[in-house]
DNA sequence: AGGATAGGATTTTTT
DNA sequence: ATCCTATCCT
């Protein structure tokens, strides 16, 4: 078939190169193109290009970094192919694996092998692994503790180690296994207790009927390479592989791509590897570098052509690729810029402290949204979160709109969290980690300490309710004994929390059953929101209970809507704990308002006027100089951001800043510094 | 059950 | 400096 015959209109906006990626749609395939060449492009209409030649939709996997990255490219194909681009599977990594993979093959002998029975087990959150591995770690024996005060060792510590040999694809076994066969990589009285606290953690997940978001990945890996015939059936369902941002990527991830791609190897991949800005959360650099070297057969194609920025921002990110040390080889990084963009030159702004900083940039953006800008068109970045706060209240002070990208406060929030555990409870009553959360919300009388201590294993919360709740008065006379107090509250409550079982069991109406379960918070939960609010003023309070209301409402909403798009409640269970869901505020008007967020979530994202902030020495170098790659990361993040401008840049930094309530003294970022000398450019002093 | 208080953390993420 | 949490106390 031939493609040019089919497909040529719709690439008609692509150059030469991209058509070439767009149309090749056999074989392994590497796209590896600095920032803004239309890799994201390319990837939506290679896979226009395929469902237009006859390709079946459902054929096809994307996977993406966020959530939001799925639906964009979702919401994109469907203006390019129609109402077929919903049947392909789009989404991150942990959905697709833990939807696609783990729970379709429940019957998998790695599985069973594991102890996991998928009917059983449910994706955990972040706060709840966070909980267990927290216990976990204070349960360490005595010869473990002490060599962690002996060292300095905190949870942190052990933690990282654990997500990072996970994102290797290290089992417990294989990672003790490591130590037992002398490598010296990792310190082996470290790894020893590293080990424990993994044991420890490991058994606390199973009691909890939890499996944690690095598990999903690692334990697929393991299921794909145990059982190929799992993957070569996985294979025929996807034939067609495509992964965006693939310079971050971590080894586990790749061992899965590669394992469903292994009878037919069609696997496009995309990525910059200027751009790798993740390896603090076991994304490896090498993944990109060594595709080559894996799919030696690879079809390689490079792209310079820049299309999104002005050419002074490309002189600036060139200076930048221009310094780095870790590359992918026959390539000088360098981009040319296409966009017909009037140039303006990129500012460079030093102040005396944080607080000119925040106020300069928020005259600045007054005054394009005064000129007619759209606030939607300007971002501000920064490296961490605290860097951003004196902005925050200059905005706030002007009146200006602007919205937190990326921030997930919301599903923080106590009656947040507390409402996703009484789903989880009402409709998964083995899961343990949600009835200890409702139990800590809720007054039944019967405190989490005391399940804690009377819980056998392998029972449930759900069943030691049950038992709680037919506990009789002591009685001399004969008969049956009427319930205490405290039977009957869990009794009452037990009894709702299973009519809603049954409601969904029997009946398909996700009104009446979002009803039930808003009545349950209402009853149980509400009374001690009220009695917390009561401490505080009197309007603050109400304010505070009409909030609490209205987000419990919005959870319910979300989940109402997922069953009505034909989701179980399981899995409309599990969009919320992968917060694959909205936020409140997605359903207000957002145009207007400017864009504040970490460098690292500007990722593939673009925006006409840019502000880079607190670009100084403290935020964006390595402190660490022995780590040579943490300086490689940092350079690549500054590019990241840099990139992220279409018509005008302005990088600021500041000489004084607060930082835990000191004052901190800082100076410019060695990566301006390269900026700098590259180009030329000079520094205004504000 | 709920309040007070001491102690700890305080890049980057949302999977 | 400040916020959060765990723990102890009432
Ligand atoms: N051939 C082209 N002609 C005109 N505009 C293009 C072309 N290719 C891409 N663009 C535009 O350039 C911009 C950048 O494209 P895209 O986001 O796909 O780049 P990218 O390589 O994915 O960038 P990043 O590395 O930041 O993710 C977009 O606004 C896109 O519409
Ligand atoms: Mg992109």
């Known amino acids: 078939m031939n493609a040019d015959n089919l497909a040529g209109d719709i690439n008609a906006s692509l150059n030469p190169e991209q058509r070439t990626a767009a149309e090749c749609i056999e074989g392994p395939v590497m796209l590896v193109a600095g920032a803004g ?189 145990r059982e190929p015939t799992i993957a070569d059936s996985l294979g025929q369902r996807f034939r067609y592989l495509m992964l965006d941002e693939y310079q971050d990527t971590n080894p586990v991830q790749m061992r899965i791509m590669d394992a469903i791609a292994r009878q037919h190897r069609n696997l496009f991949v995309v990525g910059d590897e200027k751009q790798s800005i993740y390896a603090f959360r076991g994304s490896d650099i090498q993944v990109i570098i060594g595709f080559l070297g894996r799919y030696q057969d690879a079809q390689i194609i490079n792209m310079i052509r820049n299309y999104r920025s002005a050419p002074p921002v490309i002189e600036c990110a060139n200076a930048i690729a221009a310094a780095m040390n870790q590359r992918v080889p026959n390539s000088d990084g360098q981009l040319l810029a296409e966009a017909k963009i009037e140039p303006t030159p990129v500012s460079y702004y030093e102040f005396g402290n944080d607080l000119r900083e925040a106020s300069f940039i928020a005259g600045g953006i007054a005054k394009r949204l005064k000129a007619g800008v759209t606030g939607k068109n300007i971002a501000v970045l920064y490296r961490s979160r605290p860097i951003k706060q004196e902005l925050e209240r200059q905005l706030i002070a002007q009146g200006i709109p602007y919205l937190l990208e990326g921030d997930t406060a919301f599903f923080q929030r106590a009656e947040v969290r507390d409402t996703v555990a009484l789903l989880r409870f009402v409709f998964q009553p083995w899961d343990n980690m949600a009835a200890l959360r409702v139990l800590g919300s809720v007054s039944l009388g019967v405190s989490v300490n005391k399940v804690n201590a009377g819980l056998g294993q392998d029972s449930t919360v759900y069943e030691f309710l049950q038992a709680e709740s037919d506990k009789r008065l002591k009685t001399t006379k004969a008969g049956i004994a009427p319930r205490t107090a405290a039977a009957k509250k869990v009794r009452a409550f037990l009894d709702v929390v299973d009519r809603t079982r049954e409601c969904y069991e029997h009946f398909d109406d996700a009104e009446v059953l979002v009803k039930f379960v808003a009545e349950i918070w209402r009853i149980f939960f509400l009374p001690r929101v009220e009695s917390a609010a009561k401490r505080a003023t009197a309007s603050q309070a109400q304010e505070s209970v009409d909030l609490r209301k209205q987000n419990v409402g919005f959870v319910l909403e979300q989940f109402q809507e997922a069953l009505g798009r034909g989701l179980t409640a399981e899995q409309a269970i599990e969009d919320l704990v992968l917060m694959a869901q909205a936020s409140p505020d997605m359903d207000e008007e957002q145009d207007g308002k400017v864009r504040l967020m970490t460098m690292h979530a500007s990722k593939g994202l673009e925006y006409d006027y840019l502000y880079v902030m607190g670009a100084d020495s403290e935020s964006l170098s390595a402190k660490e100089a022995e780590h040579f790659n943490d300086i490689e990361e940092n350079r690549r993040l500054f590019y990241v951001a840099v990139t992220r401008a279409k018509r005008e840049l302005c990088v600021t930094w500041s000489c004084q800043r607060l930082q835990h309530g000191q004052t901190l003294s800082t100076e410019q970022s060695p990566f301006v510094a390269e900026v700098l000398q590259h180009t030329g450019a000079g520094v205004v002093r504000g």
Request: hydrophobic share 40%; aromatic share 8%.
């Open 37 to 225: 060449t239309g890799k994201t492009k390319t990837l939506i209409h290679r896979c226009a290009t395929m469902i237009k030649s006859g390709i079946s939709p459902i054929n096809i996997l994307m996977v993406t970094f966020t959530n939001k990255a799925a639906t964009e490219m979702r919401e994109r194909l469907r203006e390019m192919v129609g109402d077929s681009a919903s049947h392909i599977t789009a989404g991150t990594f942990h959905s697709v694996v833990y939807r696609e993979m783990l729970s379709r093959y429940p019957d998998s002998s790695y599985l069973a092998e594991q102890g996991i029975d998928m009917a059983n087990v449910g994706i955990m959150s972040d706060a709840d692994s966070r909980k267990l591995l927290k216990e976990s770690f204070e349960e360490l024996g005595l010869p473990a503790k002490a060599y962690c005060d002996e060292h300095s060792i905190g949870l942190s510590d052990l933690d990282s180690q654990m997500g990072w040999a996970r994102s290797r694809g290290y089992s417990l076994a294989e990672y003790r296994y490591q130590r037992v066969s002398g490598n010296e990589e990792v310190n082996p009285d470290f790894a020893l207790v590293v080990e424990e606290l993994w044991e420890l953690y490991s058994q606390k997940c199973r009691a909890a009927g939890g499996i944690d978001f690095d598990d999903v990945l690692v334990v697929c890996a393991h299921m794909l390479e």
